[in-house]
């Protein structure tokens, strides 16, 4: 008998955002695995290495993406055994993904998730979002989930190639915190990974600062007639 992944995502992930910056690119997420709309898991790694030059986040369902890095993991190991000095790059990766998912969304057996796909090939940037039914598309910057209507607006705005580190930061952290306000799955400890071409560096996760407290918001909130 077949195996068959879930049709009906059950542990579900919330957005994901990566953007291209001057010396790399910057992904981010939020460590929220949501249980229909209970917010069950609240420190689950969301982002994940592929060898030592291509980073990996997703957002759906949890368990498909830990099948992807399942099946990632094991094509990368097959490459190092062939032990002749030529490593997959993260565009290899993301060709050889999204024939997965094209490849399982033709058998009614889909792999629910959008995925961002980031590395440094030959020096330069390369960022890939694909989704369930294999789409691949190459971006300055992706969005997934929610992110996709709320901050891809906000980073066409403020987006450009000559961003610093910093730069990037503060914007994709002020995409988060939008989030953190407007989507009911996201949650407000997220965190930072980068890849550049001394390789892959993963941040330690945190809690963003947020408002809660104008006079407008507490006034709309205590009224009987909005209870």
């Known amino acids: 008998m077949a195996l068959n ?25 939020d460590t929220l695995a949501s249980f229909g709309s209970m917010a069950r898991y609240k420190n689950i790694p969301r982002m994940a290495a592929i060898g030592n030059s291509t980073l990996i986040g997703a ?30 790059s993260a565009a290899h990766y993301a060709s050889y993904l999204s024939s997965i998912l094209y490849g399982k969304r033709n058998k009614g057996n889909p792999l629910y998730n959008s995925v961002a796909i ?55 952290e002020g995409c988060m ?21 001394e390789g892959i560096t993963f941040e330690d996760p945190y809690v963003l600062q947020s408002e809660w407290g104008y006079d407008s918001y507490k006034t709309y909130s205590l009224n009987p007639l909005y209870a």
């Open 177 to 197: 915190r939008t989030l953190w306000y407007r989507d009911a799955r996201a949650s407000n400890r997220i965190q930072f990974a980068k890849v550049t071409r």
């Open 5 to 29: 992944h879930t049709v009906d995502p059950i542990i579900v992930g919330a957005s994901v955002i990566a953007i291209k910056y001057a010396d790399g690119i910057l992904m981010c997420t």
């Open 59 to 88: 957002s759906g369902e949890y368990s498909d993406f830990q099948e992807i890095i399942r099946l990632l993991r094991e094509k990368e190991q097959e490459d190092f055994i062939q032990h002749d000095n030529i490593s997959l």
């Open 118 to 172: 980031a590395g440094i090939i030959n020096g330069q940037q390369y960022l890939a979002y694909l989704d369930l039914y294999g789409t691949h598309v190459l971006a300055d910057y992706v969005t997934t989930g929610f992110a996709a209507h709320l901050c891809k607006p906000l980073l066409g705005n403020d987006w450009r190639p000559d961003l610093t580190e910093s730069e990037a930061k503060q914007l994709v």
